[in-house]
């Protein structure tokens, strides 16, 4: 499975970005698929995670402001932010939690190469 992340870039506070990702390879239907974020001198932290049934889940931090969708059909998956916050700023990694079939790869965690997200006050 790869993972090609977009959408990246440079905003003020108080603005939006959408974040894409898609996944190619033999990947199963059946997955999870996520955004994580590092910041500088910060681990890597849980930004939102999606099921391939739609059930979500979301860091409290940013509740109510990300929305995070996929499209099964096309292996993808999004992360809308609105009303960014300076604290938002670090690298996003897109993540699939599950397998390749053509690998014979199963129950992995796999990552993207990470997009920048710079939110400026």
């Known amino acids: 499975v790869q993972l090609q992340a977009s959408g990246g870039g440079l905003v003020q506070a108080g603005g939006f970005l959408r974040l894409s990702c898609a996944a190619s390879?033999?990947?199963?239907?059946?997955?999870?698929m996520g955004w994580y974020r590092q910041a500088p001198g910060k681990q890597r932290e849980l930004v939102a995670r999606?099921?391939?049934?739609?059930?979500?889940n979301y860091a409290d931090s940013v509740k109510g402001r990300f929305t995070i969708s996929r499209d099964n059909a096309k292996n993808t998956v999004y992360l809308q932010m609105n009303s960014l916050k300076p604290e938002d700023t670090a690298v996003y990694y897109c993540?699939?939690?599950?397998?390749?079939?053509?690998?014979?790869?199963?129950?992995?965690?796999?990552w993207g190469k990470g997009t920048q997200v710079t939110v400026s006050s």
């Open positions: 390879g033999g990947i199963f239907s059946t997955n999870v």
């Open positions: 999606i099921t391939s049934g739609g059930a979500t």
């Open positions: 993540n699939v939690q599950g397998g390749d079939y053509v690998l014979k790869e199963y129950g992995m965690d796999y």
